[in-house]
């Protein structure tokens, strides 16, 4: 019996892929993280390393469940922008971020649509317990949004990927909290020299699968 032709012919160009998408700022998605050294080597253009191929492949499925939940909420009457314009913050123009949908009601835009998707487990911690105990990084991004558009309505919709489950929670805006993560982007822009690692280590849970693991570790 012959197995994985094709299998390997898709393993083989995705593993291939370099991301050269070198950022010039630090975005709402990446400010939330634990580690201010990532964050301080994606602002200064740091070059990453290879993503594995299974890693790339579960990311772009959640991109395409992302666009089909966007389809599901059109279906059920609610106006969606995609890919809204892109944001700055005023305090700290290069700290940056960009929607990936909104909420229009009468030409107008009543709330930022933010749509994740999760395994089982991570999907019950979140209908459990909330956004902000349960990903503080989507938290933070969504916080960094409402901050910068000065739209202080925002929705996470979260898709559980096992079983199709459903949930939403209405975030509202912290401006305090907000205000904190200026603080943050712009001591780490300001940083002359790499910020501490999170951990020693090279496999940590969080430095394993790090773009810049090896760059950090080394």
Same mark, same amino acid.
């Given at each position: 019996?012959?197995? %994985?032709?094709?299998?390997? $012919?898709?393993?083989? @160009?995705?593993?291939? /892929?370099?991301?050269?998408? +070198?950022? *010039?700022?630090?975005?709402?998605?990446?400010?939330?993280?634990?580690?201010?050294?990532?964050?301080?080597?994606?602002?200064?253009?740091?070059?990453?390393?290879?993503?594995?191929?299974?890693?790339?492949?579960?990311?772009?499925?959640?991109?395409?469940?992302?666009?089909?939940?966007?389809?599901?909420?059109?279906?059920?009457?609610?106006?969606?922008?995609?890919?809204?314009?892109?944001?700055?913050?005023?305090?700290?123009?290069?700290?940056?971020?960009?929607? %990936?949908?909104?909420?229009? $009601?009468?030409?107008? @835009?009543?709330?930022? /649509?933010?749509?994740?998707? +999760?395994? *089982?487990?991570?999907?019950?911690?979140?209908?459990?317990?909330?956004?902000?105990?349960?990903?503080?990084?989507?938290?933070?991004?969504?916080?960094?949004?409402?901050?910068?558009?000065?739209?202080?309505?925002?929705?996470?919709?979260?898709?559980?990927?096992?079983?199709?489950?459903?949930?939403?929670?209405?975030?509202?805006?912290?401006?305090?909290?907000?205000?904190?993560?200026?603080?943050?982007?712009?001591?780490?822009?300001?940083?002359?020299?790499?910020?501490?690692?999170?951990?020693?280590?090279?496999?940590?849970?969080?430095?394993?699968?790090?773009?810049?693991?090896?760059?950090?570790?080394?």
């Amino acid at each position: 019996m012959t197995r %994985d032709t094709l299998s390997k $012919k898709i393993e083989k @160009v995705q593993s291939e /892929i370099i991301d050269d998408n +070198a950022r *010039d700022y630090i975005g709402g998605s990446s400010i939330g993280a634990d580690c201010l050294r990532q964050i301080w080597y994606e602002f200064k253009g740091t070059k990453a390393e290879k993503v594995p191929a299974k890693i790339r492949r579960t990311w772009m499925i959640g991109k395409h469940l992302e666009g089909l939940i966007l389809d599901w909420l059109e279906i059920a009457g609610i106006k969606v922008t995609r890919v809204w314009y892109n944001l700055q913050s005023e305090r700290v123009p290069f700290f940056k971020g960009h929607v %990936d949908s909104v909420w229009t $009601k009468k030409d107008e @835009v009543f709330a930022i /649509i933010e749509v994740k998707t +999760a395994k *089982d487990s991570s999907f019950v911690t979140f209908v459990k317990k909330g956004l902000k105990a349960w990903n503080p990084q989507y938290y933070a991004q969504i916080q960094s949004y409402m901050g910068m558009s000065g739209i202080f309505n925002a929705y996470i919709l979260v898709l559980n990927k096992d079983n199709s489950e459903l949930s939403d929670e209405l975030v509202t805006f912290d401006e305090i909290f907000y205000k904190a993560l200026e603080d943050k982007a712009l001591m780490i822009s300001e940083a002359v020299t790499p910020p501490p690692k999170i951990n020693g280590s090279p496999i940590w849970y969080q430095c394993k699968c790090c773009k810049f693991n090896r760059t950090c570790h080394t």
